[in-house]
């Protein structure tokens, strides 16, 4: 029977793709359209009992990391293997040289979130050569065909909730428009900046061209917007510029994309220095701080994405390999990594708001209480 983390239900989807883990041609790609499962139960490697499972996670930039380690430690640990879980936080030269000790160690499957997905290459294609599976986790790995499965919430569908909560929430809190925004994109080198800012501009640029929505500073391209290292102080060192060169006197900053919580509240923060009044602003990651300030009424939203739910549907993955069975899939085509379309399994993303949060938070037992007022 398969050992689950607890108070968990492990995620299904009825009909889903299935793609063989212990295939003997680990390098074929899924076949787009496919609707039908393809079994590794008599085909290949079955992982054993005990077996040493690599999770390289990135730098603690957020709290759903460092409890993401905690539940992989655990429900890896509960399921019976040998979990060897580390983050690289002195950067990508670090997590490279994790994974290859992962490998060294005869990790029989290595969980990747990548700090830069595109410089794992080497590393992971010793570690498929070496029989490990390779799943990425959170984040595409790529230019590389070393990755079996990438495990993820709907990163682009997280951009089409942002954008469309950053028109909300301008109708709700200013009125008729037009209105001015400023777009705030996170790191090049983390695979899902990308799918986050075009799945918001898909929403936002069709307001932009009528005039709906006008951003002041004139920096509209991902190029313009993006936060390296996902770090709060260079979102609010670029905040403090915007401001102080294009908001003087009267302008109104109306409305902010955010694409996660740590980079509004350094947006929040740069606002609020400027003596502006609080603008619409998104976010990402459902943070303490930020739940507590979209109570408030400060932030307008964020994204919930249940980090125990994307850990348990990693480690259901694994445990599927544990029984020479299949890695589930429900997606083919979205995720081209430059080399190779990677078989993905998406989760779906949840908007909040004050208005929903604590439907949505009823089952959290950290932002339950918050949302509540019974912490």
Not at 107 to 121: E, N, P, R, T, Y
Not at 181 to 186: D, F, K, T
């Amino acid at each position: 029977m398969r050992k689950t983390l607890p108070g968990l239900i492990a995620l299904a989807a009825a009909g889903s793709l299935a793609l063989s883990a212990c295939a003997s041609d680990r390098g074929d790609t899924a076949a787009e359209g496919s609707t039908g499962s393809s079994s590794g139960s008599d085909s290949g490697i079955c992982i054993p009992d005990g077996s040493v499972i690599g999770v390289a996670l990135p730098q603690k930039t957020s709290e759903n990391w460092v409890l993401a380690e905690q539940l992989f430690n655990d429900g890896l640990t509960e399921a019976g293997f040998d979990p060897i879980v580390q983050f690289g936080n002195s950067g990508v030269t670090e997590q490279q040289n994790q994974i290859d000790s992962m490998v060294e160690q005869g990790a029989k499957v290595i969980v990747v979130g990548a700090i830069d997905g595109s410089q794992l290459g080497t590393q992971l294609e010793s570690a498929k050569d070496s029989g490990a599976t390779v799943i990425a986790y959170d984040r595409l790995v790529k230019n590389t065909e070393a990755v079996d499965a990438y495990i993820a919430f709907d990163n682009y569908q997280v951009g089409v909730l942002q954008g469309t909560a950053l028109l909300d929430g301008l109708k709700e809190r200013k009125g008729d428009g037009p209105y001015n925004i400023e777009l705030i994109a996170g790191s090049s080198d983390d695979a899902n900046s990308t799918p986050f800012f075009e799945g918001a501009m898909s929403v936002l640029q069709p307001k932009i061209d009528d005039g709906t929505l006008t951003v002041v500073s004139g920096q509209t391209t991902f190029e313009q917007a993006a936060t390296q290292g996902w770090k709060a102080e260079n979102a609010q060192k670029r905040m403090d510029t915007i401001l102080s060169g294009y908001y003087s006197g009267d302008v109104a900053l109306d409305g902010i994309l955010s694409p996660n919580d740590t980079l509004a509240r350094a947006a929040l923060t740069a606002v609020e220095q400027a003596g502006k009044d609080v603008p619409v602003i998104t976010g990402q990651d459902s943070e303490v701080e930020s739940v507590k300030s979209i109570m408030a009424g400060v932030q307008y939203s964020t994204i919930y994405k249940d980090t125990r739910e994307l850990v348990q549907q990693t480690i259901d993955s694994i445990v599927d390999l544990q029984n020479c069975g299949d890695i589930p899939i429900n997606d083919t085509t979205q995720y081209d990594n430059g080399v190779k379309v990677v078989p993905a399994y998406l989760l779906t993303p949840v908007i909040v708001t004050k208005a929903n949060a604590a439907e949505v938070y009823a089952n959290d037992p950290t932002l339950g209480p918050i949302v509540a007022g019974t912490e």
